[in-house]
């Protein structure tokens, strides 16, 4: 409610009204308002001239002012409030700035200067910029406005959301390598433009404003005691006094209902419904309010009912949880703190465009000044309040300060730092509270994390000098000691995760922030630090080390699934800290040094407890750590040895080793190498175990694990650092001691041995310890092959990304998106794939937009494809090893794939090279040739033979190498006896699809040893090679024999019992041939059905026959056989209508019509798939249906795609949405003798004489249908002389005179003949006659010919259908009145419907063909040809099937007038054409017979067309028709064009200049759609074949499409003539509404082309930036969470808010309304309840069937490498693709919406979206 207007407002202030010097402050005793404000300002003055002025002196006027303006009024909701606050800006904010500045209110302030920092606040949903050449990492981003004009537009940048709470670094020098400022805020050029021209006395009186203002916000908004007000901000009596009497109110309290993430919106929008009695529209809006503010003032009332109302609240929301927050506060209270919020946004835009006197507000805030400490109590000034007592505000007021502390504190560095280190000492209470609260992390001053700790500078100086690290990492580790277990592991509650847990990860990232730059240099206080830091993280990985572990289940399966998702989602969010550790590490020798000694330190002793006990292996032995893993608990969390890995890759950087002595430790011995591979080792077995099918009883857990184990996501510090640290110990520990460690823990030690395959093993055993074999030598081969690790080979991080993607591509070309999946991120979450892509892989564009670019691997780099690359899957195995083979099979090379070359090993780790020639390697290569040669080995496969000549390949690709001096591995493979194996194995027949490789091995040992020239035994094997093939192909050849020998015996069989089959049933196969040899005789129709459409019977063709798609029996489409229909789905569109959102629907009136108005409106459209099915198949389908979905409600599945209650189901056959069935209906049969002629002059007679005996023949026909008798001559005569008749019961008054009673004497004469005298009897008629003879006798004879056969004395028969036809005719067309949203169903409305659905998807059908450019009667597709033609033919029936003939003649009347009386403006001719044409027959209620398009609709379809061309001549535009002099005979034809449109255009028109020619061309142009409807629909009307032009592209002329409908196609045939000349003179005197201004031309005009969708920009950032500006129409403050434009009509709404929710009539609750999102309700009134929209932010498309489905798409744009981005995941810059536009145009344009959502949603099954709240 608005407040009075101040000037007529007196207020009588005493002595009392202020402090004891109010008589100082206040020079008047009475005064008006806004004078008040003057004398306010002067008394500041006065006050700080004496040197006294404080932040009381501002409180009293606020104290008395405020409440005047700002309190709420009784009985209201915040929804109801009304401020007045042009007159709060004159009282309240004008005489701070007055004073700020030192003027008075008239006069202007200095103007801004411009500031190079933006500073800009980022709302949630905003799109913010991030570059990636450029930002120091992905936190640095800029907004809309400085992207724009800034360099990085041109440069690699990413688009994304912002989460709420950051700002834009645009300005910030430190979070960009280059181009820091855009042009709006670019540095400034000299120290001049630089200097402030702000006075110190301005700057002094802002940092008094300051101090008062946040004081005072501080203090209102975070009100601990909320009922009352601070004594000192508490009216005194006098003021009440006044102020009550001046609001003319009670002194009221106000209950404030706060949000939480607790309770949903249903809960508190029902509890609000319940307990306050509102209706349910305001309770969505209290609950939007809330959840957009955190608080809504429900009720202002007395103490007593607000508190009343609280304790309902709370007792309601109680029941299921927690109750919401409720408080009373007195109404001075609320209006205190919304002036409060008020003055935070003033004073953040009042100083942002000023630097001096943003430093002063800055220094006030923390404290640096006089006045701000004391405000609140404590060092830190204001912030360090707000930032203690964040979680006691609600979310705006939290959103007020932290905007404003953003927008004064850090945009200076000064202030930035101190900030920094302000927040720093807080950090931990700040995180407490966090953890406590409730609301999200951006709503929270935690958020300002990301602004203080990624500046490289603040970061390392908060670390250096406060300790920044260690507090950060000491808040989560405080957490983390709860969660510990006895062991001081982290162990996770099955059944609950904590909250609390999770809101305290945020600190990780933190953590994160902290260490994202890695320094160059490093002094003392940075390293301790850093260091101390350290401590804890390495303390945490401790508590991780070993959490999770898990036991093998043997005997029973795991009842309970552990929890593991908690642990993978700690380890995720501290991987990236955890590898900027390593950085920092590694940047220094003293830190790394020193950080290895700390993380020896934590390691725990795996051996704890355990004696070592001695294995022997040959004669080597080691002495091993006792572990079983299938027995004992294991874990995959191993952090603290993974990071011990990454600390050893350092060392020789730094001249450092394992033994170097400044790693020695003086409490204690370092451990042995076996011990820092212990864990790891153990995880390994595990893993290897898993895959061979050990621990399948533990369930889908421990398979989880293993895949983020290995998944891209976790790998890099989990299965990369474990095969780092094994690595580790294969370079310290000797050879063979490591192998016997290695196959200690994998339980082989005994498979080595030679009497192995002698014992007695279990069949699972046995099947489990091959598998584990299999892993062990692939275990072996990621320990020696993995050299693509910087520090482990010689390798950089560039060439470690080419070796990823090489063996990528090795399994298939891959798109851009799937190889950036393929690799992991770093912390900036880039993968360095643009760095390195191109230089291995070429990139094949996308042919069309419907497919994606890929990446192929140049094909000299095949050779360095590895098999058995680590981080494959076996998936990824098994199809690279095939590509690879074909590929190689196609180029002619040997199928084999050997190891490619190896990097060279750095020198820690050269042992590495000496595994494989241990004398342990060579015994376990040994045993597995050995028992793959021992036909009776039962623990082989040839994965282990495979494995172990890939682990020789390596041996020897290193000793080729000549790297490593020691290694002599082929000598020694020869001396143990492998040599000799090898060559046998070459020719054993296990090993065949390894022989090529076998072959590439022996040749390579032979070359090492010198043995090239003298190897019998290698000559036998390539004889034996070489002879194999023949042996190979003469058995290939004898079984190819064999094989075609008994497929002809087969075949033989088969034959024999054919003919037997055939001769049992002979009769049968007769009848058969019969039946199709007739209907072969009866095709020989060609020649009559050549030419025109128009002027003929039509029919007469035999349709082929059609397969029922559920019984698979062929079906005739004939009138006395079985009836087949069409699966088929009607709907109601607005595609094609041009009426605007408001105008889609239609009105009553339309309904009952049989065509459509102009503009057309929402019209019903008819589709189908062209499966067709036997009726009774049809039927017995959906009652299957019907009763499976009667049992969906008991079981819990998903929504089904379709709704059985609206009679939808889906094809069977192609699953295609359908809710009706089309009757196939055979052609109408051909008559003897050819159509009557009926030329132009009957015609117009016949209609002029019908149209003014309209309602005599209208009664006529009445009384026929009500008596069921005859009509004689004196009924008619009685009712053609009754002088008046009510209008109400007839569409005409007519008052007969002498000219009709001189036409009912012609009547009379004519019926009884001429020798018939007036007192005999009238001789009986034909009794199949429906009207009086004397009423046909007025029509011409050529007019009646073509409403019942000629040649026959006696009316032909109706044409015989099956029964079931007529009913399928009539439930088809009592479908679509509900479907078009009419409430009535009666016979009338159904026959309109119909008629309306022929004309549309007529229409429709035209478009399509037009968008696709296809021709016009050329190969229509399938399902829009089936769908016509049974369309067509149905319409065309009605006169012959449907039982009813009052509404056809009904119909055909009203078309006949609109068409020959209606103005053409008000309709398009082509649906009273088609009304008209389809109920003809029953035009004069002639018998049942087949609409045809004869002589009669030639003389319709010319009169339409006519009428089409007289509103083109009246609507068209024709300015730019200039004249250009032409040749005497082409004028000569439009002589009379020119004074034509003069005369139709009322002399509105100057014709003079303009072309005929030009014109004519226009108006031709405007009236070509109508041909094309036209030349379709009689197409499948009269089965006449059109002519070759017409079915080719382009050629739907003019002239050819006239020839088809033998129509004149001249302006001097078509208007030239009297009659046709007459005729749109006529037309144009009914076109009054036209003149008067008050029709629209696009509803008038058909559109040049089909419809299209609205255009979009090519850059998508565009329409980001400008859907960004787009905000809640329902919200003042707010912006839309996801605004979504239509792509109809371009209108941007407001999704998935309650806010915009719209009620809508309910078809299914019995209270008639619902609620639906806007997006929902906009479909309703835009798309007749389909839409297409576009969710910009999600970049997503939207397609919504209302109310209740919807699927997502991805949006038409593509990035550069062919690729959609739905949801901006990847966030690459993405420009439009016109292809996939247009594709998705011809699916609007098509009608396929419906359609594409249920399929989207049967694709979808797993994801449910409430899709009405869109």
């Known amino acids: 409610m608005s407040s009075p207007p101040p000037v007529q407002l007196e207020v009588e202030v005493s002595e009392e009204s202020m402090e004891e010097d109010s008589a100082d402050m206040i020079p008047a005793d009475r005064f008006t308002l806004p004078s008040r404000a003057d004398a306010v300002v002067e008394l500041w003055r006065t006050k700080m001239a004496e040197g006294v002025l404080s932040s009381t002196h501002f409180q009293d006027h606020w104290r008395v002012t405020v409440p005047r303006i700002y309190s709420p009024q009784p009985n209201r909701t915040c929804l109801d409030w009304s401020f007045d606050e042009e007159l709060a800006t004159k009282l309240l904010i004008a005489p701070l700035e007055q004073f700020v500045w030192g003027v008075a209110g008239d006069q202007p302030p200095p103007p801004p200067r411009r500031s190079t920092l933006c500073g800009r606040v980022f709302r949630q949903g905003e799109p913010a910029y991030s570059c990636r050449e450029c930002g120091m990492d992905n936190t640095c981003v800029l907004c809309v406005e400085c992207f724009k004009v800034s360099a990085h537009r041109h440069h690699k940048y990413k688009m994304g959301q912002s989460g709420g709470g950051g700002c834009c670094d645009c300005g910030d020098t430190e979070a960009w390598k280059r181009d820091p400022f855009c042009e709006l805020h670019a540095a400034p050029e000299s120290e001049e433009q630089t200097a402030s021209h702000i006075s110190p006395e301005v700057v002094e009186r802002m940092k008094i404003v300051a101090n008062a203002v946040l004081s005072y916000s501080f203090r209102l908004l975070t009100l601990v005691h909320a009922p009352s007000l601070p004594s000192d901000l508490v009216l005194k009596d006098s003021e009440r006094e006044i102020l009550l009497e001046v609001l003319d109110q009670p002194d009221c309290y106000c209950t404030v209902l706060y949000n939480d993430e607790t309770h949903t919106f249903e809960q508190v929008i029902t509890s609000l419904t319940r307990v306050m009695k509102c209706t349910h529209r305001d309770s969505v809006e209290l609950v939007s309010l809330i959840d957009r503010e955190g608080r809504a003032i429900v009720k202002c009332n007395s103490f007593q009912v607000c508190d009343t109302l609280k304790n309902d609240i709370e007792g309601f929301t109680s029941r299921h949880g927690p109750a919401l927050k409720v408080l009373v506060m007195h109404a001075h209270v609320i209006a205190h703190q919304i002036f409060a919020m008020k003055l935070l946004a003033w004073l953040q835009n009042f100083v942002c465009q000023e630097a001096s006197l943003r430093l002063a507000v800055s220094s006030v805030a923390l404290g640096e000044s006089g006045g701000g400490a004391g405000a609140v109590g404590g060092g830190g000034g204001v912030a360090n309040g707000v930032l203690q007592n964040d ?40 995180l407490k509270d966090f953890i406590r609260d409730d609301h999200d992390h951006s709503f929270s001053v935690s958020s300002l994390s990301v602004q203080l700790f990624t500046t490289p500078t603040l970061a390392h100086h908060l670390i250096a000098h406060h300790d920044a690290l260690y507090i950060v990492l000491n808040t989560f580790v405080s957490e983390c000691n709860r969660r510990c277990n006895q062991q001081g592991r982290l162990e996770f509650d099955r059944n609950h995760v904590s909250m609390g847990f999770k809101r ?69 969010k501290l991987a990236h ?48 750590i006792p572990y079983a893993v299938a027995r004992e608990p294991v874990s995959v969390h191993q952090p603290l040895s993974r990071f011990l890995a990454g600390l050893h890759l350092q060392l020789h950087r730094h001249g450092l080793s394992y033994h170097s002595r400044e790693l020695e430790r003086a409490e204690r011995a370092k451990p042995p190498p076996e011990d820092l591979i212990e864990p790891v080792l153990r995880t390994t077995v595990m893993v290897a175990q898993v895959h061979a099918g050990m621990w399948r009883r533990n369930g889908f857990a421990l398979l989880n694990q293993l895949y983020f184990y290995h998944n891209v996501k976790c790998r890099a510090e989990m299965l990369d650092r474990d095969v780092v640290m094994l690595q580790v110990g294969a370079s310290l520990i000797e050879s063979n001691e490591f192998m016997i460690h290695v196959l200690n823990k994998f339980e082989l030690l005994d498979w080595v041995a030679p009497g192995f395959e002698a014992k007695f093993i ?75 892509i191109h230089e291995v892989a070429e990139f094949t564009k996308p042919a069309s937009g419907a497919n994606r670019g890929l990446y192929r691997l140049r ?137 090529p490789l076998l072959k590439w091995l022996l040749t390579k040992m032979r070359h090492l040893l010198g043995k090239d020239d003298e190897n019998p035994e290698g000559e036998n094997m390539d004889t034996d090679q070489e002879e194999k093939p023949q042996t190979n192909d003469k058995a290939t050849e004898e079984r190819r024999q064999m094989a075609a020998e008994r497929r002809a015996r087969l075949m033989a069989q088969m034959q024999a019992q054919m003919n037997s089959f055939i001769s049992n049933n002979a009769t049968l196969f ?90 057309l409106g929402a019209q019903p459209h008819v589709s189908c798939c062209g499966h067709a099915m036997h009726a009774r198949c049809w039927r017995k389908y959906i009652e299957s249906v019907v009763d499976k979905e009667k049992l969906r409600p008991y079981r819990i599945r998903q929504p089904a795609t379709f709704d059985v209650e609206k009679g939808e189901y889906l094809c069977p056959l192609c699953e295609r949405l359908c809710n009706t069935a089309l009757p196939l209906l055979p052609p109408p049969p051909l008559p003897a003798a050819p159509p009557p002629p009926l030329d132009e002059e009957d015609y117009a007679q016949a209609a002029d004489l019908i149209l003014k005996l309209k309602y005599q023949i209208t009664m006529a026909l009445r009384v026929r249908v009500h008596t069921g008798r005859r009509v004689n001559q004196r009924v008619i005569r009685n009712y053609s002389r009754r002088p008046k008749i009510d209008v109400s019961t007839a569409d005409e008054t007519h008052v007969c005179g002498e000219v009709c009673e001189e036409l009912y004497c012609r009547a009379r004469i004519a019926a009884a003949g001429a020798g018939a005298s007036a007192g005999e009897p009238a001789p009986p008629a034909a009794p199949e006659l429906r009207v009086s003879e004397h009423v046909r006798a007025l029509l011409p004879p050529a007019f009646l010919a073509h409403l019942a056969t000629p040649d026959s004395p006696e009316p032909p028969p109706p044409p015989a259908h099956h029964p079931n036809s007529k009913a399928l005719v009539e439930t088809f067309a009592k479908i679509l009145p509900g479907i078009c949203g009419s409430s009535s169903s009666d016979s009338a409305t159904c026959v309109a419907a119909v008629c309306r659905a022929t004309a549309y998807t007529v229409r429709a059908t035209a478009a399509v063909l037009r968008a696709e450019r296809r021709p016009l009667l050329g190969e229509i597709p399938a399902r829009h040809r089936d769908a016509l033609r049974a369309l067509v033919r149905i319409a ?81 535009d024709l300015s730019g028709c200039v ?176 806010c915009c929710q719209i009620e809508i009539r309910s078809k299914e609750r019995s209270s008639g309304k619902e609620l639906v999102g806007a997006v929902v309700a906009h479909a309703l009134r835009c798309g007749a309840g389909a839409g297409v929209f576009l969710r910009v932010r999600e970049c997503e498309l939207l397609l919504i069937a209302a109310p209740a489905r919807g699927a997502l798409l991805p949006a038409p744009y593509l990035d550069l490498y062919g690729e959609t981005d739905q949801g901006l995941r990847r966030g690459n810059p993405l420009l439009l693709c016109a292809e996939r536009y247009e594709k998705l145009r011809v699916l609007w344009l098509s009608h396929g919406v419906h359609e594409q959502i249920a399929r989207g949603l049967d694709t979808s099954l797993l994801v449910t979206t409430n899709w009405q709240n869109m």
């Open 859 to 995: 094909a000299s780099l095949y050779d360095e494809y590895d098999t058995f690359y680590y981080h494959y899957t076996r998936e990824d195995l098994s199809r690279s090893e095939e590509e690879q083979r074909n590929r190689k099979k196609a180029a002619g090379e040997p199928e084999c794939c050997p190891p490619p070359p190896l990097p060279r090993l750095c020198p820690p780790f050269r042992l590495i090279a000496n595994l494989l020639q241990s004398d342990a390697a060579l015994t376990v290569l040994n045993t597995v040739i050995e028992r793959a040669l021992d036909l009776r080995a039962r623990c082989f496969s040839e994965t282990q033979v495979h494995k172990a000549l890939h682990l020789i390949g390596y041996a020897l690709r290193d000793e080729e190498s000549g790297h490593y001096e020691f290694l002599a591995f082929a000598e020694r493979a020869e001396r143990c006896g492998l040599y000799a194996l090898l060559q046998r194995l070459a020719s054993s027949p296990r090993v065949d699809a390894h022989r």
């Open 391 to 430: 979680c006691q505000m609600w979310k705006a007021a939290r959103t007020a300060w932290h905007n404003l502390l953003i927008a004064t504190t850090l945009m200076d560095y000064s202030t930035k730092r101190t900030m920094a280190i302000l927040f720093t000492k807080n950090y931990g209470s700040i």
């Open 577 to 624: 800290s955890i590898t900027l550790a390593l950085e920092w590490c590694a940047a220094e020798r003293v830190l790394c040094a020193s950080a290895y000694r700390m993380a020896l330190r934590h390691l725990p002793d795996p051996a704890a407890g355990r004696e070592r006990e001695l294995r022997e292996l040959g004669d080597k032995s080691a002495m091993v």
């Open 1436 to 1516: 065309g029936a009605l006169p012959a099937l449907w039982p009813q003939r009052a509404p056809l003649a009904h119909h055909a009347l009203a078309a006949l007038d609109a068409l020959e009386r209606g103005s053409p403006l008000a309709h398009d001719g082509f649906g009273p054409l088609v009304a008209l044409v389809v109920t003809a027959p029953a035009l004069l209620g002639g018998p049942p017979a087949p609409a045809r398009p004869s002589h009669l609709a030639r003389q319709l379809t010319l009169r339409a067309l006519r009428a089409t061309l007289a509103r083109a001549l009246l609507a068209v």
């Open 762 to 836: 279990e069949d699972d055993t046995l099947r489990h310890k091959i598998s584990v074999v299999e892993e062990l030598l692939g275990l072996l081969i990621t320990v020696v092959g993995s050299r693509w690790v910087p520090g482990v080979g010689e390798v950089t991080n560039k060439e470690r990304t080419k070796k990823e993607i090489i063996q990528m591509l090795c399994v298939k070309p891959m798109a851009h998106s799937e190889l950036n999946k393929c690799l992991p991120e770093d912390q900036l979450y880039e993968t360095g794939l643009e760095d390195v």
């Open 1070 to 1159: 007769k009848e058969t041939t019969t039946e199709v040899t007739e209907e072969e005789q009866q095709q020989d129709l060609g020649k009559l059905y050549r030419g025109a459409a128009l002027g003929v019977w039509g029919g007469g063709v035999i349709d082929p026959p059609r397969v029922c798609i559920m019984c698979q029996e062929e079906g005739r489409i004939d009138a006395t056989a079985e009836p087949m229909v069409l699966v088929a789905f009607a709907q109601n569109s607005s595609v094609l209508s041009r009426r605007g959102c408001d105008e889609g629907a239609g009105s009553g009136d339309d309904e009952a019509r049989a065509w459509a108005p102009a503009g």
């Open 504 to 572: 305290a990860q945020f600190v990780l990232y933190d953590v994160k922030y902290l260490l994202a730059s890695v320094p160059t240099t490093f002094d003392d206080d940075l390293r301790k630090g850093f260091l101390h830091g350290l401590s804890l993280l390495l303390k945490l990985m401790l508590m991780m080390q070993g959490m999770d572990s898990v036991v093998r289940q043997v005997g029973q399966h795991m009842e309970y699934e552990p929890e593991w998702e908690s642990a993978f989602n700690l380890h995720v």
């Open 1523 to 1698: 004249d250009e002099p032409m040749d005497g005979p082409e004028r000569a034809d439009l002589d009379e064009l020119l004074p034509l449109v003069r005369e139709v255009r009322r002399g509105t028109l100057d014709v003079e200049g303009l072309d005929p020619h030009a014109v004519w061309d226009r108006v031709r142009a405007q009236c070509t759609d109508f041909l094309r409807w036209c030349c379709l629909f009689f197409w499948f009307l009269s089965d006449v074949e059109p002519t070759t032009e017409l079915t080719e592209a382009g050629g739907d002329t003019w002239e050819n499409m006239c020839a088809y409908l033998d129509l004149p196609s001249s302006f001097a045939e078509l208007l030239g003539a009297p009659l046709g000349r007459g005729a749109v003179l006529e037309w144009a005197s009914l076109a009054d509404e036209w003149f008067a201004g008050a029709a629209a031309p696009a509803l008038v005009l058909e559109p040049a082309e089909p419809p299209r969708l609205v255009a979009l920009p090519e850059d998508f950032s565009e329409l980001m930036n400008v859907v960004s500006e787009f905000s809640c129409p329902n919200s003042e403050r707010e912006d839309s969470k996801n605004p979504t434009m239509c792509l109809v009509c371009g209108q941007i709404l407001c999704s998935q808010s309650y």
